[in-house]
């Protein structure tokens, strides 16, 4: 009997240790043997022209973007924009850029009152054309806490320090500045392109890109891909990753702005009700932060994210980004810890607003807040509506939604993508150190979600390399640009020009490590 005992316990524990080892070897055949190839092609052509340039090309396209950052285009609300600035931001790029004025191919019109659209008709129209988007509108900077006045563009320590240098004049004067070098070196562009530049970003895009959208929708064009901001070459945001990786945005967030209110008797302070109207609220939000909308790690295109970078990851990190079917509750859990991180794998829940009171000894009649929720791609603007209500559970809390709109469609990430395997060929271009090119979630909004029509092709990259440091100063104090990354941008996006006019992607090759 015992020995039968034994004999049972021996086999169980073999039987155990046999399901660990198989495990183990599943593990470690997925890792290194059943990687996904990452789809190499070769390139036959490079850009014609380089990027040189001379003492006064750089004096000169420094002073371009600094000359922007100046103009105080600011939008504090959708009523309230500084409209003399944004109509002297249209003089100004007139006066910077005078090959692109002057082109006879190029077609400028001003939509919406002060938003740009140029048209670059290209030799060749049997090419489908593609879209560079930017935004000439900042946000609000307060005067305290910046090292030089936001709107000063002063040069310090190699940075342009200004509202607008990340966020997002250096794309919209970048763009323009790859073309006018492009045009002063007689490039013959083959290949139509697009260039948007948005007026009111920051207040929702309805007068600028949405307009522009609507325009080229009603010319029946169709793009090849679009190109707009929301992501970045990142450096240092993701634990174990040391080299710089480029993750491009292939989906942004959507968006829910609610206003929530309570209203109640006004009252003398001296015999107050067991609840105000500021008690109540402040309830109902505090149950919003302290219950998060769910983790949907692995609803979304943020495991792609990893799965893409695995290989950069330290070991045994490595393993376990190849292994996410297997370690994919601790990887969210360890993502859910740091705000950038969090926002990739769950709707997120900001109480921007809060007003109530009138006076010190006044039961006050109403408490108002606003909170914005950004929504997970893999939910709905509805579905995250009802959560809330659940969540609030009480009706003496008025619920009125200001705005929403449904996460993008996801833009496609393979070999056939035309947008992808032209970045991925004018980084490795312009920034050899960057090793990774992965697909991500933008975890903002952009004016390129008005152009859904247009394209299923949309995607978010600013070909910086950012710290988590300059993220915080997008919207925060101290916005910069180094003159070296500025730069780089604009190679970047003189490179890409030229290596869109390629006609047809290079077949893929598989034992290429060129992309
Ligand atoms: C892996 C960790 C990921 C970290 C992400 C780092 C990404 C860095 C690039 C950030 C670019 C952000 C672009 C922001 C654009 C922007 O500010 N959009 C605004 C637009 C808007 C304005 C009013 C109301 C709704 C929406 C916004 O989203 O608030
Ligand atoms: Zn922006
Ligand atoms: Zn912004």
């Known amino acids: 009997m015992a020995g039968r005992l034994r004999g049972a316990a021996l086999a169980g524990c073999l039987g155990l240790c046999g399901t660990a080892l198989a495990l183990l070897a599943v593990v470690l055949l997925r890792a290194y043997v059943l990687r996904p190839a990452p789809g190499p092609r070769v390139w036959g052509r490079r850009p014609e022209l380089g990027f040189e340039l001379s003492a006064r090309d750089r004096r000169e396209l420094k002073e371009a973007l600094r ?29 910077v850029f005078p090959a692109v004025f002057s082109a006879k191919f190029i077609q400028h019109e001003i939509i919406g009152e002060y938003s740009h659209l140029f048209t670059v008709q290209g030799s060749d129209p049997q090419l489908t054309p593609y879209m560079l988007l930017a935004h000439m509108d900042v946000v609000p900077a307060s005067q305290e806490g910046w090292v030089a006045p936001p709107f000063s563009a002063e040069e310090r320590g190699g940075f342009i320090y200004g509202r607008g ?47 522009i959208a609507d325009l080229l929708e009603a010319r029946g064009v169709k ?58 609220l402040a309830g109902a939000l505090s149950r919003l932060e302290q219950n998060p909308m769910p983790n949907m790690f692995g609803h979304g295109p943020e495991i792609r994210t990893l799965e893409h970078l695995a290989s950069e990851f330290t070991f045994p990190l490595n393993l376990i980004m190849t292994n996410l079917w297997l370690f994919s509750p601790i990887v969210s859990r360890i993502l859910q810890q740091m705000p950038s ?52 559970a009480d009706d003496r809390v008025k619920i009125d939604v200001q705005e929403t709109f449904d996460p993008n469609p996801i833009s496609p990430w393979d070999n056939q993508a035309f947008g992808v395997q032209i970045f991925r060929r004018t980084l490795l271009d312009v920034f050899p150190e960057v090793s990774s090119v992965a697909p991500g979630i933008c975890i903002a909004n952009t004016d390129s979600r008005h152009f859904a029509k247009l394209t299923d092709a949309i995607y978010l990259f600013n070909p910086l390399i950012i710290k988590p440091d300059d993220f915080l100063r997008i919207h925060g104090l101290n916005e910069r640009i180094s003159v070296e990354g500025y730069e780089k941008q604009v190679e970047f996006l003189y490179q890409l020009i030229q290596n869109s006019d390629i006609k047809k992607l290079p077949e893929p090759h598989a034992n290429s490590h060129e992309l």
């Open 67 to 95: 000359g922007a950052i100046k103009i105080q285009t600011v939008s504090f609300s959708p009523d309230d924009q500084n409209t003399t600035a944004l109509a002297e931001f249209g003089n100004y790029i007139k006066k």
């Open 165 to 211: 240098t990340m966020d997002n004049k250096n794309s919209a004067i970048g763009i323009l500045q790859a073309l006018e070098f492009l045009l002063r070196k007689d490039y013959r562009l083959r290949r139509s392109f697009y260039i948007g530049i948005g007026h009111d970003e920051e207040i929702y895009g309805h007068k600028g890109a949405r307009k």
């Open 223 to 280: 793009l090849s891909f679009l190109l707009d901001e929301g992501s970045a070459i990142l450096d240092g945001f993701i634990k174990g990753i040391k080299a710089p990786v480029a993750v491009i945005g292939i989906t942004e967030k959507g968006a829910l702005t609610v206003k929530l209110s309570v209203e109640k008797e006004p009252g003398h302070s001296s015999a107050p009700p067991k609840e105000t109207s500021i008690g109540i």
């Open 341 to 392: 991180t969090n926002a990739l794998i769950r709707t997120t829940t900001a109480i921007t607003m809060f007003n109530a009171g009138i006076k010190t000894n006044i039961i006050p009649p109403s408490a108002k807040a606003t909170v914005n929720f950004r929504i997970h791609p893999s939910q709905k603007a509805e579905e995250v509506l009802e959560i809330i209500k659940t969540t609030i």
